[in-house]
């Protein structure tokens, strides 16, 4: 028998003579026009997503993008970077890009940070995100989109509003906002310096609660807002009704790398480690044994193989979920809005009664936690009552610690960094690691990430705006 087959990737000889014999025949039935007409099953184009059939496909787009931009794609989401920069997180990797971030030496925009990827996903959450909302508006009156135009319409400004909030604590004053047409450029946005970005977020929160004015994601969210622009009694109103069994998760999935928790992603492959006193400054996030801080130590050793791996256990897989929003948040925006007020009772009140529930409340939130808690290096799964320290300076600092511990790994720290140095007055080097780089090298002064060279195309954009090391 002769030998017919030529190896993977090949047609048999005896198919290839068909196949040229049929190449033979006239063409002149042959509709070619027809043969290049393929139907793509799976990308929608914009003109099928432009009925109300195609609103719940918008809705999902938009949604997964918000998800990739805050704390998705198993690499340096908002949520990673932000971790990064503070005294969270440590490089034991070996990219330069994030250990220049780490150290708070960012390289000059034309080459490039690790921050750049949040900032355009975080842009293109908060395009889809509105340009979903405006579909549900426009069909809202139909019976497939009716149903639940509300909550979407409500769920869908208010994630609108945490991509300016996140935009403003994560990026320098200065943040061009441009707009898009169907993928293409149509309006290069003037610059907004951070409390003008942080107004805007409160516009979108706004719009939320027009739609539904028991939205606690919203009310949460502006609060958020008006915390960062200093109106603390505002904030504080705005989360006086909001359970604190409320949570709003960022959902994450090991169906694909878009889905993964970044956090646990790049861990797995050794490249971030929970900090300790970072550059003196750092809070004491290991040393401490906090029960909201669960942690291991992972052998094997950081991906660099010069430094050691501290695993945060808050995320132990890929599925694992981040909370965006929660009760806790609102009672600690109260517990400061009475500390501004002079209330130290209430304040000690609010702190103490969170730390009362702490295992009700970590269970709640993070997967798996009462596995790990107690633990061999978190021995307890109880805290005990906070007492007054009986100083402003030291009552900010017990302030600003239980909002950094409650709120691990969450996407807070870097803007309550900011916020020490823009409305408490304190130093930058007081309140970032500073002195002696780990790596070699000093730290830096920046305080903030670089809006991307992409934005030197934008006629707008003023580079001057952009500081990074003001707050």
Same mark, same amino acid.
């Given at each position: ?47 099928? &997503? ?71 996903? &975080? ?85 939320? &609660? ?146 009362? %529930? ?68 304190? $130093?930058?080097?007081?309140?970032? $690691? ?7 090298? %000093?730290?830096?002064?920046?305080? %903030? ?10 006629? %707008? ?11």
């Amino acid at each position: 028998m002769p030998n017919t087959n030529r190896g993977r990737g090949h047609w048999p000889l005896p198919r290839l003579a068909v196949l040229g014999a049929a190449l033979l025949l006239p063409l002149a039935a042959c509709d070619t026009e027809r043969i290049l007409e393929v139907e793509d099953p799976v990308f929608a184009s914009p003109s099928s &997503l432009e009925n109300a059939s195609g609103v719940p496909t918008l809705i999902a787009g938009a949604v997964g993008d918000f998800q990739i931009a805050y704390s998705g794609a198993g690499d340096d989401s908002f949520l990673t970077v932000t971790s990064l920069i503070t005294d969270e997180l440590f490089s034991s990797g070996t990219f330069i890009t994030r250990t220049v971030t780490d150290q708070r030496q960012q390289q000059p925009t034309a080459q490039g940070n690790t921050s750049d990827p949040a900032f355009t996903r &975080l842009q293109r959450a908060r395009r889809s995100l509105r340009d979903a909302g405006a579909a549900v508006e426009s069909f809202r009156t139909d019976p497939l989109v009716s149903p639940t135009a509300t909550a979407r319409i409500t769920e869908l400004k208010a994630l609108e509003g945490f991509t300016y909030v996140a935009l403003a604590e994560g990026f320098c004053s200065g943040i061009p906002f441009s707009e898009t047409e169907r993928g293409a450029p149509r309006e290069t946005g003037q610059p907004l310096s951070t409390e003008q970005v942080f107004n805007e977020a409160m516009q979108r929160f706004d719009a939320a &609660l027009a739609a539904s004015a028991g939205s606690n994601l919203a009310k949460v969210g502006r609060a958020r807002a008006l915390l960062n622009n200093g109106d603390f009694q505002a904030a504080a109103a705005a989360v006086a009704d909001v359970p604190t069994s409320f949570v709003y998760f960022i959902e994450h999935s090991p169906n694909s790398g878009r889905q993964y928790n970044p956090i646990f992603s790049l861990q797995a492959n050794g490249r971030y480690s929970v900090s300790d006193r970072e550059g003196g400054n750092g809070l004491p996030f290991r040393s401490a044994m906090d029960p909201r801080v669960p942690w291991i130590e992972d052998p094997a050793g950081g991906f660099d193989k010069a430094y050691r791996l501290f695993i945060n256990l808050r995320y132990p897989s890929f599925s694992a979920n981040v909370p965006l929003a929660d009760g806790i948040e609102a009672r600690l925006i109260e517990a400061e809005a009475a500390l501004r007020a002079g209330d130290v009772g209430t304040w000690l009140t609010r702190l103490n009664d969170l730390r009362a %529930n702490v295992r009700s409340l970590m269970t709640a939130r993070y997967e798996d936690y009462a596995t790990f808690v107690p633990g061999p290096n978190n021995p307890t799964s109880t805290l005990a009552p906070l007492t007054d320290p009986g100083t402003e300076q030291a009552r900010v600092d017990l302030m600003f610690q239980e909002r950094a511990f409650w709120l691990f790994n969450t996407g807070h720290r870097l803007g309550d960094m900011r916020r020490l140095i823009r409305q408490y007055g304190r $130093p930058a080097e007081s309140v970032f $690691p500073s002195g002696e780089y780990f790596k070699g090298g %000093n730290y830096g002064p920046d305080v %903030n990430f670089p809006i991307p060279f992409d934005e030197a195309n934008n006629r %707008n954009w003023r580079p001057e705006m952009c500081n990074t090391t003001q707050a």
